[in-house]
C-alpha cells in the first residue's frame, strides 16, 4: 500500500482522511525519500515534502555533524489541471511539455524550513522561508554536513554542485554506499542524494550552491525564464560572496557504478520482461507515451482490490488488464527497459529498489561497446528505486518479487499516466507511460485476511469505484468489457477504406483520358455524318434569321 490511485487504493474523497502507517521499524527501511499526492497532479501543485528515515544503525552517523536538506523542484504559475488540459490536447500534436515558469531551491533542518537569508526583502507571499537567492545554509568552519538533496519537481532534472567545496556520495534513494566523491550531481525528478560537504577552515568568503535546470528537454526556453538558480554557504554575515568561473559542461552520475554497503548480489532471474517506450500523436490527435505500443489507462477497479477479490482467479495475468503483469513470491525478474525517445527519462517502481545489472546508449546496436551483455553473476550491483534512461539506450532492472502488492512502474515526470477518471499524477505519467506489477497474489490474500479496513471500501463507494471483480469489475478474469483502452497509434500504410478510395480516383483518372482520346481522334463518328451534322447546324442557324428570335434578318 502507498497510495497510488487506482493501483494500490481508489482515492480520499473530499473531507476525509487517510492515515498511512509505514512499519519502518521492522521493514528496514531508511534515509532519503519523500512524500507527496498521487492524484489529480496535486503535488506538482505543492502537496510535496521530505521524509527522512534514520537508522538507529545510521551507516555513517559518526562522519558528519550536523544534516541539511535541499529541495530542487521546477514551479508552475498555473495549476495542473490547466496545464494538464492543454498538454493533452489536439491542439498539442507533438506533446511539447508545459515549461516551469521557475526554479526552486530551499533547505530545511531538523523539520523545519530555513528563513530567509537576514536582511532580504522577499515577497510577504514566501516571507516564511528562504527560496532561491535569499536561502542560505549556515557552515561553521572545520565541521562536516550531510546535505540530503532531493528532487520534488514535475519535469525538469537539474545539475547541482557547490563552489569551493568537494562533495562526497554516501546514499542514493536510500541505500547506503561506499563514499564516492563527485563534483557534480545530476538528479532526474524524484531521484535523492546524500552527500558530505566539510566546510573550510576559514570565515573569510561564503560560497555559491547551484542548482541549474536541464533545458535539453524544453522545447522552449522563455526568455522570462531563470533556470540557473544559485543560493549560498554563509560562513559570516559580513563576508563576500566569491565567485567563481561557470562550469565548461555538465556531468552525469554514472550510478552503476556505487557499490552498496550492504551487500546483495544479483540472483539469476526467473522472468525477463522487455519494455520499449515512446511518443508518438495518437489516432485522435492527442499525444501520448506508451509501453510496447499500449497507452496506460488505470483499471476501473483497482488492481490491489482485484487481487482481493478474484480468488485464485488472482494469478491470472489477463485479469488487471493488458498494461498489468503478475509474478509470483520470490520470482526474479528482469525489466529491460528501452527509450526509443531522444531524450531522458527517469523511472521509478514502487514498492522495490532496483539493481542495475546492465546499460546499453544504444539498444539497437550489434557494438558491444553500445550494447553490452547482461554478465551474469554481480556481486553487488547498485540498487535504487529511480533510474534515469538516456534517449536510445536501454537499462536493465533487476528486482526480487518479494514484497507482495500492486506496484506502479511509471515515468516520473509529469508528462510521462493517462488521466485515471479521479485523477494521477506527473506529465509524462499523464501521458500513459507506466505499467503495473502484480506480485504475490495469493500473498496478499494471506496477509490482508480480516486486515483490509472497512473504510477502505466506503471510500471507494463514496467516489463511486467498484472494489471487486477484474479490471473490468467482472468476475471472469478475461471478460474485460468496458475496460478504458486507447487512444491507439495511428495506423500508418494503405488501409481497405484507403485502396478502395484510391482505386476508384484511379478508374475516374482512366475513363477521363480515354474519353478525352477517344474525342480527339474523333471516336467513331465518320465524316459523312460530320458533314450531316455541319449542315444541321447551318440550317438551324438561317431559321433563327433574327436576333435573339425577335428580328428577322433583311434581306
Do not use: H
Given at each position: 500500500m502507498d497510495g497510488a490511485m487506482g493501483v494500490s487504493q481508489c482515492g480520499i474523497p473530499p473531507g476525509q482522511t487517510f492515515d498511512y502507517v509505514v512499519p519502518i521499524n521492522s521493514s528496514g527501511q531508511a534515509g532519503t525519500y519523500w512524500a507527496h499526492g498521487h492524484a489529480n497532479g496535486i503535488y506538482v501543485d505543492g502537496l510535496r515534502t521530505p521524509l527522512l528515515l534514520h537508522s538507529p544503525n545510521e551507516t555513517y552517523?559518526?562522519?558528519?555533524?550536523?544534516?541539511?536538506?535541499?529541495?530542487l523542484s521546477d514551479w508552475y504559475h498555473q495549476e495542473q489541471p490547466v496545464l494538464l488540459k492543454s498538454f493533452l490536447s489536439i491542439a498539442n500534436p507533438g506533446g511539447a511539455e508545459p515549461i516551469p515558469d521557475s526554479a526552486l531551491v530551499y533547505f530545511s533542518h531538523n523539520g523545519s524550513y530555513l528563513a530567509p537569508i537576514s536582511g532580504s526583502h522577499p515577497s510577504p507571499v514566501t516571507s516564511a522561508v528562504g527560496f532561491n537567492e535569499n536561502a542560505t545554509l549556515p557552515f561553521e568552519p572545520g565541521k562536516t554536513y550531510r546535505?540530503?538533496?532531493?528532487?520534488?519537481?514535475?519535469?525538469?532534472?537539474?545539475?547541482?554542485?557547490?563552489?569551493g567545496h568537494e562533495m562526497r556520495i554516501i546514499e542514493v534513494d536510500g541505500t547506503d554506499t561506499q563514499e564516492q566523491p563527485v563534483d557534480m550531481l545530476s538528479l532526474s525528478v524524484a531521484q535523492r542524494y546524500s552527500v558530505l560537504v566539510t566546510a573550510r577552515n576559514d570565515t573569510s568568503s561564503n560560497w555559491a550552491i547551484h542548482a541549474n535546470m536541464d533545458t535539453t528537454m524544453f522545447d522552449t526556453v522563455p526568455s522570462s525564464l531563470n533556470p540557473n538558480i544559485t543560493t549560498t554557504i554563509t560562513y559570516s554575515a559580513s563576508s563576500n560572496l566569491t565567485t567563481l568561473s561557470p562550469v565548461s559542461s555538465y556531468t552525469m552520475v554514472n550510478d552503476s557504478t556505487l557499490v552498496p554497503t550492504d551487500v546483495s548480489p544479483a540472483l539469476p532471474p526467473t522472468n525477463t520482461l522487455e519494455l520499449e517506450f515512446d511518443f508518438a500523436t495518437m489516432s485522435d490527435g492527442t499525444n501520448h507515451g506508451f509501453m510496447n505500443n499500449l497507452v496506460y489507462n488505470p483499471p476501473l477497479v483497482p488492481a490491489i482490490m482485484s487481487a482481493l477479490s478474484l480468488g485464485?482467479?488472482?494469478?491470472?495475468?489477463?485479469?488487471?488488464?493488458?498494461?498489468?503483469?503478475?509474478?509470483?513470491?520470490g520470482d526474479v525478474i528482469d525489466i529491460v527497459v528501452k527509450n526509443a525517445d531522444t531524450g531522458m527519462h527517469p523511472f521509478h517502481l514502487h514498492g522495490y529498489k532496483m539493481q542495475i545489472v546492465n546499460i546499453a546508449t544504444d539498444y539497437t546496436s550489434n557494438d558491444t561497446s553500445l550494447n553490452p551483455p547482461l554478465i551474469e553473476g554481480q556481486a553487488n550491483p547498485m540498487r535504487r528505486d529511480t533510474v534515469a534512461i538516456a534517449g536510445g539506450g536501454s537499462v536493465t532492472l533487476r528486482f526480487v518479487a518479494d514484497n507482495p502488492g500492486a506496484w506502479l512502474f511509471h515515468c516520473k515526470r509529469d508528462t510521462c499516466l493517462h488521466h485515471y477518471h479521479p485523477g494521477h499524477i506527473e506529465w509524462h505519467l499523464e501521458s500513459g507511460l507506466a505499467v503495473q506489477f502484480i506480485t504475490a497474489p495469493l500473498q496478499i490474500q494471506e496477509q490482508t485476511q480480516d486486515r483490509m479496513p472497512s473504510f477502505m471500501y466506503d471510500q471507494c463507494a463514496a467516489l463511486g469505484i467498484p472494489t471487486s471483480g477484474n479490471a473490468a469489475g467482472y468476475a471472469s478474469p478475461t471478460n474485460l468489457s468496458g475496460l478504458p483502452l486507447g487512444p491507439w497509434l495511428q495506423k500508418l500504410g494503405w488501409l481497405a477504406k484507403g485502396i478502395w478510395a484510391m482505386a476508384g480516383c484511379v478508374l475516374t483518372v482512366v475513363i477521363g483520358i480515354a474519353t478525352v482520346i477517344w474525342y480527339a481522334m474523333g471516336g467513331s463518328i465518320t465524316e459523312e455524318e460530320m458533314e450531316a451534322e455541319a449542315r444541321q447546324r447551318i440550317e438551324e442557324k438561317e431559321r433563327r434569321g433574327k436576333f435573339f428570335g425577335l428580328f428577322k434578318r433583311k434581306t
Open positions: 552517523a559518526a562522519d558528519y555533524d550536523a544534516e541539511f536538506t535541499v529541495m546535505l540530503r538533496i532531493i528532487n520534488m519537481g514535475a519535469f525538469a532534472a537539474f545539475y547541482f554542485w557547490i563552489d485464485e482467479n488472482a494469478t491470472s495475468q489477463a485479469a488487471y488488464g493488458p498494461y498489468s503483469f503478475v509474478y509470483n513470491y
